[in-house]
């Protein structure tokens, strides 16, 4: 009983949201998109927007799913009278909504929590998550094959994609090789295409400049044939499947500012884009304020000078050559914790609830022990026998990535060269001798990544940083199921857009319910 009044609450937050006459207003620009004169009139938008988000803060992960769940609910069924939407039309919702309609629905949350004071944007947290498609990882096609197909078509060989066709198609192959005399070519075209039939059906020829243009853009030689758009990545329970990057940034009062999907496998090269979708967010905050928020908070919204004073806080994953560069041609207040210190700080954690550490032995070679079991201090390293191994050098290293034009300043690269200056009474020395190079330790980095590693070795920024977690993660986890994973509804990139603003919608109506403390 509990849970079906906190659910009814929660949907009840959502549909006295939606009809605020200031989204009443943007979200009837969107009905005048779906209204047609052909056909039977559409369903409304308030209302497929309502039951798709609560379907979503169900945990539904799929379309079909979401359908029949709004057919069986009892409170979603009162709301629509009956008349629940079928898959296609929150398919349609999604591809079709106008991506600025919908940003400005969303955003219209943080003009609500502005309004009542809690909109805090000295701090903004950066934290990117995985964002899975629903596109199999065996069902890829690869660049030598894009050509083939084309080859294929041109004999007369492609099948329709029917259920059995790739066998029956396989077999006509096989016989064209056994019985008839093929040129060289011919013959190993013939031969490739029977390593991959599905792919040799109509639809997928129909779409090969789509697929051609996706793989010359990505850093592969493949791409999914059902989502070209999608990107290979690694997750975070080890092993590949495809998505995409979620990056999202968050304010203080666990609060989410805005939100954009990558075709990025990793945060080392996100920050140029974030950039470019928080400034977009923050002109459209400043637009809908002047029209719908209040006088009291009116200047916080001078998004020019909120890009300046924030201070971006990033996890270990955005320690990289290209996020440093982006902060300082912007002039970005950016901190970024070292992966060095990361470890350390993880390693620490798992010590204390008693999980095995991450040690970072050194396979290679016996008689060397590896940085990674090292603690990075102040300009120096201690290693695992508790023997200082401080600073020696600085050298600027003359590689490819210094002579770059634009790489100046902070942003060179250099070699930090760290020795031990006594290791004796040392176990290691004495179990290896002269052969132990335990004690000689080499960082390259440029200074700016180096000056970083060093304030968080003094404890710099301990206090900031600690708020990271407890802001951002949080947000990341609402947008995942039980299973830890967040699973894209449509195999459609403008799709996926829009469902994550509407998830980011629906969290910061909860989020506003709690703060606030009534319905909405």
């Not at 401080?390 to 003359?398: A, E, K, M, V």
């Amino acid at each position: 009983m509990k849970n079906g009044s906190a659910n009814a609450m929660e949907f009840l937050s959502i549909i006295v949201y939606l009809f605020m006459d200031e989204v009443q207003e943007l979200i009837h620009e969107l009905d005048l998109k779906f209204n047609s004169k052909k056909g039977p009139r559409a369903y409304p938008r308030t209302l497929v927007i309502g039951v798709l988000m609560y379907a979503l803060k169900t945990g539904k992960t799929s379309l079909k799913s979401i359908s029949s769940f709004c057919e069986d609910s009892a409170l979603i069924n009162m709301f629509t009278s009956g008349y629940n939407p079928k898959e296609d039309v929150y398919r349609r919702l999604l591809k079709e909504s106008d991506p600025r309609i919908l940003k400005k629905i969303f955003l219209f949350s943080l003009i609500r929590l502005n309004d009542y004071g809690w909109l805090d944007l000295a701090q903004l947290f950066v934290d990117g998550t995985d964002a899975l498609v629903n596109a199999s990882k065996y069902y890829l096609i690869h660049l030598e094959e894009i050509e083939n197909v084309k080859k294929i078509k041109k004999l007369g060989l492609i099948h329709n994609g029917k259920k059995g066709s790739p066998k029956r198609f396989k077999q006509k192959l096989n016989k064209i090789l056994e019985s008839e005399d093929l040129d060289e070519e011919t013959e190993k075209t013939l031969k490739l295409a029977l390593k991959n039939s599905k792919i040799y059906c109509r639809k997928v020829f129909n779409n090969i400049d789509e697929l051609e243009k996706a793989i010359k853009k990505s850093n592969k030689n493949y791409v999914s044939v059902s989502f070209p758009d999608a990107v290979m990545m690694k997750t975070k329970k080890g092993g590949y499947e495809f998505g995409l990057n979620l990056q999202s940034i968050m304010a203080n009062h666990q609060i989410l500012i805005t939100g954009v999907l990558l075709q990025r496998p990793n945060d080392h090269s996100v920050l140029e884009e974030v950039l470019i979708e928080l400034k977009l967010s923050f002109e459209i905050l400043k637009e809908l304020n002047l029209k719908y928020g209040s006088q009291q908070y009116y200047n916080k919204f001078e998004f020019e000078n909120l890009i300046d004073q924030a201070i971006f806080i990033c996890d270990s994953g955005y320690f990289s050559n290209d996020n440093f560069e982006v902060a300082d041609f912007n002039d970005l207040n950016l901190i970024v914790m070292s992966k060095q210190i990361a470890r350390q700080n993880n390693n620490e954690k798992r010590k204390l609830w008693n999980i095995q550490q991450k040690d970072g032995k050194n396979n290679k070679m016996k008689s060397n022990v590896s940085k990674k079991q090292c603690i990075r201090i102040v300009d120096a390293y201690i290693c695992p026998n508790e023997r200082l191994i401080s600073l020696d050098s600085c050298t600027l290293i003359n590689g490819k990535y210094n002579r770059q034009a634009y790489v100046t300043g902070d942003l060179r690269e250099f070699s930090f060269k760290f020795s031990c200056k006594d290791c004796s009474g040392c176990p290691f020395v004495e179990k290896y001798g002269e052969k132990c190079k335990c004690a000689e330790i080499e960082d390259r980095m440029s200074l700016y990544m180096y000056k970083m590693t060093n304030a968080f070795a003094e404890g710099k920024y301990n206090d900031i940083y600690k708020d990271r977690f407890f802001n951002s993660e949080c947000i990341n986890g609402f947008h995942k199921t039980k299973d830890s994973i967040l699973n894209l509804l449509c195999r459609d990139f403008i799709a996926n857009q829009n469902e994550m603003l509407l998830r980011g919608l629906l969290y910061n109506i909860i989020r506003l319910k709690e703060l606030k403390g009534t319905i909405c």
